[in-house]
């Protein structure tokens, strides 16, 4: 049985965003799990890290693209009873930081539930790195932040917070048009893939956006009103 | 003059956070500018660094701790120059991530203002680490997050949020005392220095919450409904 369990941010794109102790916790550990979304779908998680688990045992925890709750749950106790059963320490890999918004987290709680031992080392999140490949600041002095998964109540937060951070873009241009003439007042900032090789950027009022081209799962928006 | 200017987050107390871009980048830089609270005290951004930089040039740059906003604009301006008048590339470290919270955001502005290139090398920030810590996950799904400083608005945000981020917890135990019978339905996660040799950590419901003892600037508190 598993005796303890790491869940490791490996951070974005750029491979060198790792952090010193993910890669001291990945060369003690036997085992690596990474997540995939689609069987024989090769695992970003496990492209950023491969330089550092050679003749590690790398098993794949499948977390499908879907929102069904009962879905998900089936797949989220396949994995954590896949992790328990494994002998030692073990690794699971998770883009991003294990904090925020990660699948990690559901087998997280499912391990803690069953009594295993779970230790978080952190990873850099996207919309720092977005932020950092912006060259902007997400927030200053007494400013307020909030993260919006899919922009969900953006308008009503809007004229409140300093800055919102908004997790998968792709309704985000409907959400944005809808606020008409009062459109001028914020300034976008949007990038896709931040750190990858393709990444692509964008910056300016919200009618100079090309939405199109950030219509995707790793997409970031930062709206910032213009001060 | 300066050539180009990387702005490291350096991450929190425990030295193996730092990421392995920011080892890097600290390599092949001549000069590296450290922050310090005040004259003669050390620098613990510094201090995270210290076994990557042997032999380089070290400078500090004094922010003092202070919100007056004329005060602290004399000191951005002479950390600019400082940093401006040094020749080739430089590091300017800052504890956490560069682009949350950063004492470095006031002088990258100043920097942009004076056409000077600024490269940001994302660091682990203070939320992150505290939820690491706490062993619990900051938000998952579509759940909605924002964060504070100083509980800034905290009533008005308490029962729209999942989960709510207070950075520097000074005043927020008078802050929650006003939930009189409502205070049983958040439950608090606080961590005072998350991952230095001195951190100190408390979860549970608010009553059960010894506030004085994370009266600090460097503490973190994460408060969520109870589900």
Redesign the interface.
Known sequence: MVKKVYGIGV?VG????????A??VLEKVNTVFVPISKEGKKSIALEIVKDYINGKKIIELLFPMTKDKEILKKYWNEATEKIMNEDGEVAVLTLG??????TF??V??LL?DNGVE?E??????SP??A???L????????????????G??LERYLD??DTIVVMKTTNLEEKLKELNDKKDKYLIGIVKKATFEDEKIAFGKIDEIDFDEFRDYLSIAIIKKVK
Chains 1, 2 share one sequence.
């Open positions: 951070g750029d491979k060198e965003l790792l952090t010193l102790k890669m001291n930081d294990p904090t925020l918004y990660s987290s559901y997280w709680n803690k779970v978080i080392i952190n990873g850099i999140s720092f790195a932020a950092g490949r060259n902007i600041p997400l927030v200053e002095g007494d400013e307020k932040l909030c993260i919006l998964p899919q969900k109540d409140e917070f």
